[in-house]
């Protein structure tokens, strides 16, 4: 089996990821990051879901970019939008540099245990807005891990595996539901209380809703 760094958030993407890469026969090592969210519960989702799906190993990574603010997820007074989704706007909830930062650590996490390949959930389709959601930020930080590292220096080339990124919310549930996925164990929402139940009304609870909905599946959310 070959090695693979997993970036888990604790939310519905991530999970079916995870389970993609492990339905390819990759050893996984998940890694997820404390950086000041809004609440824990999604981190506690995360663990529950890299033991639930067979991952190696489950690390957490504490970088608190509350030091910086700028989002409604890093910043408690900002609110967090319930307007729904809005074309061609970048939201709130966007966290300036979030996803450069988490697969640098991802990264730097491969290094040491070995692999040559990460599996991130960006999703292209059915996404908030964000920029480094996008195929194109995702090719660009492949090619800059090639040139980063020891590793590829050395000739052990990375691998950015994306595989939900063009796939509609509706697809995921599907997808992860005919691997075994539990939903019932992930957390999606922006402002979920503290033991995990999610407020239905924030971009990412509506996004959710609308998978499940799409793919003709009961949603397993639980709600506040």
């Known amino acids: 089996m070959s090695n693979a760094v997993v970036?888990?958030?604790?939310?519905?993407?991530?999970?079916t990821v995870l389970a993609l890469a492990r339905a390819q026969g990759y050893a996984c090592y998940t890694l997820a990051v404390d950086y000041g969210q809004r609440h824990r519960a999604e981190l506690a989702a995360a663990k529950r879901?890299?033991?639930?799906l067979g991952?190696?190993?489950?690390?957490?990574?504490?970088?608190?970019?509350?030091?910086?603010?700028?989002?409604?997820?890093?910043?408690?007074?900002?609110?967090?939008?319930?307007?729904?989704?809005?074309?061609?706007?970048?939201?709130?909830?966007?966290?300036?540099?979030?996803n450069t930062i988490f697969l640098s650590l991802a990264l730097a996490y491969a290094e040491v245990v070995g692999a040559a390949d990460i599996f991130f959930g960006a999703n292209a389709v059915d996404y908030s807005g964000y920029p480094d959601c996008r195929p194109d930020f995702m090719r660009a930080f492949e090619a800059v891990a090639n040139l980063a590292t020891r590793a590829a220096v050395e000739g052990r080339a990375l691998t950015l595996h994306t595989?939900?990124?063009?796939?509609?919310?509706?697809?995921?549930?599907?997808?992860?539901?005919?691997?075994?996925?539990?939903?019932?164990?992930?957390?999606?929402?922006?402002?979920?209380?503290?033991?995990?139940?999610?407020?239905?009304?924030?971009?990412s609870c509506?996004?959710?809703?609308?998978?499940?909905?799409?793919?003709?599946l009961p949603d397993p959310t639980r709600y506040a």
């Open 7 to 15: 970036l888990l958030s604790g939310g519905l993407d991530s999970a």
């Open 55 to 98: 991952a190696v190993e489950h690390r957490v990574m504490p970088l608190d970019l509350r030091v910086f603010g700028g989002s409604a997820l890093t910043d408690a007074t900002i609110a967090v939008p319930t307007g729904g989704v809005q074309p061609d706007t970048i939201p709130i909830t966007y966290v300036p540099a979030r």
């Open 206 to 216: 509506r996004l959710r809703k609308g998978g499940f909905a799409g793919a003709g």
């Open 49 to 52: 879901v890299s033991q639930a």
């Open 163 to 203: 595989p939900i990124i063009t796939l509609t919310k509706a697809d995921i549930v599907r997808e992860g539901t005919r691997l075994g996925v539990d939903y019932a164990l992930t957390v999606s929402c922006y402002q979920a209380t503290d033991d995990g139940r999610a407020c239905g009304v924030c971009d």
